[in-house]
């Protein structure tokens, strides 16, 4: 059998492995492309590349809080009323929600907060945002209450067999929601409570007196017992039930401030939710189309730098393109008319960062910092613009920088 | 009056102090960075002017919305939002072209101007182009809300504009 023997001698692999990559880079892009695009998703039912729109997840309630002012001064009536809402605002903005508007009202002389929200969110998990108080309290055992009695087994839970002490909630500087391993070697969720360091002495002080005593953390009238253990210092940490969803709910109840009056929910009333009417499909065509006539307009009437034209092309077309795949990949809900508005700010941002080279770096830092003070400050669609946008500039970035080494690769390769 | 009256009456204090911070950190990165990137006395008062009347602008926007009896509602933040983008990059253009001018040896301000008149021009097409492209999609709020952004922003850009033939005036830049 005769034995072929293959050459290397005037193969060159540098330019063929380049070659090779840009092959591999070029098919990646075409699969990027094609999944965001709009009816990809309509090929094959196997494989779904849907857009998940947050049309279907939106829904909108009313709560009616009746506040009970009567153990409030009437100096300090308007006061606490005002930083009820406030709390209840913080509660619900932190959570993310879409839209929220609290207003301070008065029905046949009670003093009325009508919460009103539009969201997408869990709506169990925003019914105990609105609806707890969470007015949090260090307490101890009564001592003619007998925890072992048979027929009151709960005893132990319920608030009024306790006495209060002087630590609130407001006695502690911040309560972390954290993961920890358990006795059992277990990881579970513990609320860590960090006191005020004008309150740490106090704090330490009253531990060390219920040294191996079983002292309780009071919510809303319901106790979770803490036994004291003997180690220093002591730090007071209770066990949370539930998984991440419970404790993501119980950090904003515990760190979103003291609500100074009880209230209860009064009437709660489902709201229509009237959701823009948008083809997204039609919408995608349009702009796309629109993209395309305005780089036709800047190529051959405005005559720009063709370089410059088709890199800001496709730097612009690559980063909607991966924007939109990471949010079909990921199953992001989305709202189709903010999508709509951060692909037009990607037109424009791209076009600027590629024209104004000088100020590039002047130009993503003060638009990062911005997002970023919309994330920390904003409130409803701005928080969600925040932190879309932040994300959208650091793929644009990363486009603009790929594109110039992919076309230049491109044009060499396609040279030789 | 209205508008501000229902602005008390309806918003938290919370929302309150969490947009007049937002609207202010904003506005002081913005001048921060011109200042950081020119070192230009009118550079610098120029973006605060039209940081002024970007706001003002958006305010009487809100208003006339208002007056329209629409309703105002927490979408129309985006007014905000986008008004204060488009003006923020139509200032960014203007400071790119000085810094690419004081390179040159013959720096001419009328250059300056002529090249953002073009820019502005070019952004108010970006503009109309892609909102009018949404608005014949979009209906409702949002609808109101765009339209509302894109007369405001294109506003900002022509005040924008005339700002800036008003403070780099006279033929020689520098400081």
Sequence with gaps: MKKVKI?????????????????????????????????????????????????????????????????????????????????????????????????????????????????????????NLIQNRFFVRVVIKKEDVDFEDEENQYAYLMGENYNPTEFTGSSFRNILLTELKDGSGEYSYFAVFKLWLTNEKAFQNFLKTHEEETIGLEIDGFVTPYYVPTSNPKTFAITVSGGEGQAQMLNLLYNSGEIPLPFTTIEINTIDVEIPALDHIKLSIALLTGILLLYLILLFILKEDPLLTSTSLFATLLTIAMWISYLKLSSTPVDTWLLAIECIMIVISIYLLIHNKESQIAITTSLVLSFFILIILGIGYMKIFGREMLLVLILCQFSIVFTNWYLTNMKKTLAQ | MNIFISVLDGWSNYELIMIISMIGLITIVGILSVYFLIKDKRSVLFAIASSITTNLLIISTLFFVDLLDVGLSEGYSFVFLLTATFSAMNVTTLNNYLIHNKKKNEFDIDFVTRDHFEDSLKLISFICLFLSILIAFIDGEIRNVLIASGISSVLSIAINHLLARMFFKDKRGGK
């Design chain 1, 7 to 127: 050459k290397f001698d005037n193969l060159q692999i540098g330019p063929l492995l380049s070659y090779l990559f840009l092959i591999l880079v070029s098919s990646l892009l075409i699969v990027i492309g094609l999944i965001s695009l709009p009816l990809t998703e309509q090929i094959k039912e196997e494989v779904s590349y849907n857009l998940t729109t947050k049309d279907d997840l939106y829904w909108s309630k009313e709560y009616i809080l009746e506040l009970d002012t009567s153990q409030t001064l009437d100096t300090d009536k308007e006061r606490n009323i005002a930083k009820t809402r406030n709390i209840i605002y913080r509660r619900l903005n932190k959570a993310g929600l879409e839209e929220i508007s609290i207003y301070k009202e008065t029905l046949d002389e009670k003093d009325i907060l009508r919460v009103i929200v539009k969201t997408s969110k869990d709506e169990v998990f925003v019914d």
